[in-house]
C-alpha cells in the first residue's frame, strides 16, 4: 500500500487553514502520489476472473481485458465528484451503513484522476478524502485536448464525444438532421460516426443498434437509438432519445448515461449545447412517458 502520510498531513493543514499557499503543498505532494478509488467490476465479468482476483489481495494488478467501473460521490445538488483517498481506513470511514460493498479498491495517480474528471463533463471535481478531510479540489475541463484517460481505448473517448457533443449539434443546428433521422435513425448516426472515423474503420456495425420512431401525437415525434453494447463503459449512452414538436420546431435532446455499476443517469444537452443532469434514468418502460412529459411541459 502507498504511503501517503504527507498528502494526509497537508491536507489537515489545509483543512485547518484553507488558503493558498497550503492549496499549493497538498497539490505539490499529490502530483507524485497515488490514491485509492472505490470500484465495481462490470456486470459481465468472467466468474474465474472475479474469483482470481478476490485471491490475489492488495494492490493486484487489474487484467489488461477488464475495464471497471469507478465510485463517484454525490452531494446534496446531484453533482458528482471522483473521490480518492489516501488509504483503505479512510474508505471504510463511510457512514452510510447501507453503502455498497465495493469488489475493487484501485490504487491509481492522482495525475490520472484529473485526466478523468476533466474529460468528463458529468464529473464536477475531485474530492480527497470525503468522510474525513473532505477537501473539494476543482479540475479544469480540456473538452476533447486533455491526454487519454488510463485504460479507456480511443474507440471509447470517441464514442463519448459524439453522442454529447456530435449528434447533438446536429440535432439543434442542421435544419434538416431530425427529418432525415426520422427516415433513417441508424444510418444518420453511422454518418456521424464516418465523419469523425474518416478512412478509419468504425468499430460497430449497423445491427448492433436499434431504433424506434413514434408519431405520438400530431406535435409530437419521439426518436429513441439503442447505442451498441461494445465500449458502453462509464459515462457513455445506452439509449440516446431526440423529440420533436414539427408545428413549433421545438427539439430535445436526451441520454440514458451509464454510471456507477447498474445506475443509469437521465442527462439532456440543451439547445445551447449546455450538459444537464436531469436524475436517476427512468424504467425503461417508463422512458417515453417520463421524457415526453418533461419536453411537453416547456412547450
Known amino acids: 500500500m502507498h504511503d501517503n502520510s504527507e498528502v494526509l498531513k497537508r491536507a489537515r493543514i489545509l483543512k485547518d487553514n484553507n488558503n493558498k499557499e497550503n492549496l499549493e503543498s497538498l497539490m505539490q505532494a499529490l502530483s507524485n502520489a497515488n490514491v485509492y478509488i472505490p470500484a465495481m467490476l462490470p456486470p459481465d465479468t468472467p466468474v474465474e476472473i472475479i474469483n482470481e482476483l478476490a485471491k490475489a489481495g492488495v494492490d493486484a494488478p487489474m487484467p489488461s481485458n477488464i475495464k471497471p467501473n469507478l465510485s463517484l460521490i454525490v452531494n446534496k445538488e446531484q ?58 479540489i476543482n479540475i479544469s475541463k480540456n473538452d476533447n485536448k486533455a491526454n487519454p484517460i488510463p485504460h479507456e481505448s480511443e474507440d471509447v473517448r470517441i464514442r463519448r464525444k459524439l453522442e454529447i457533443d456530435s449528434i447533438p449539434k446536429k440535432v439543434f443546428g442542421e435544419e434538416n438532421f431530425v427529418l432525415n433521422l426520422i427516415e433513417d435513425p441508424v444510418g444518420e448516426v453511422l454518418k456521424i460516426y464516418e465523419e469523425v472515423y474518416g478512412d478509419k474503420e468504425i468499430p460497430y456495425s449497423e445491427d448492433e443498434f436499434d431504433s424506434m420512431v413514434l408519431n405520438l401525437s400530431d406535435d ?76 411537453k411541459n416547456e412547450q
Not at 119 to 125: K, L, V
Open 79 to 136: 453533482k458528482r465528484f471522483l473521490p480518492g483517498f489516501t488509504s483503505h481506513d479512510e474508505i471504510d470511514k463511510n457512514p452510510d451503513k447501507n453503502r455498497p460493498k465495493h469488489f475493487l479498491i484501485i490504487g491509481m495517480p492522482f495525475k490520472n484522476c484529473v485526466k478523468i474528471v476533466a474529460e468528463n463533463p458529468g464529473i464536477e471535481g475531485f474530492v480527497l478524502n470525503p468522510y474525513s478531510e473532505n477537501i473539494i
Open 220 to 295: 409530437l415525434t419521439f426518436i429513441r437509438i439503442n447505442m451498441p453494447k461494445k465500449n458502453n463503459l462509464l459515462a457513455t449512452a445506452e439509449s440516446i432519445f431526440v423529440l420533436w414538436n414539427p408545428n413549433l420546431d421545438n427539439k430535445a435532446f436526451f441520454a440514458v448515461v451509464k454510471d456507477i455499476g447498474k445506475d443509469k443517469r437521465l442527462f439532456r444537452v440543451l439547445p445551447n449545447l449546455e450538459k444537464m443532469d436531469v436524475g436517476e434514468a427512468p424504467d425503461e418502460s417508463m422512458e417515453i412517458e417520463s421524457i415526453s412529459e418533461i419536453f
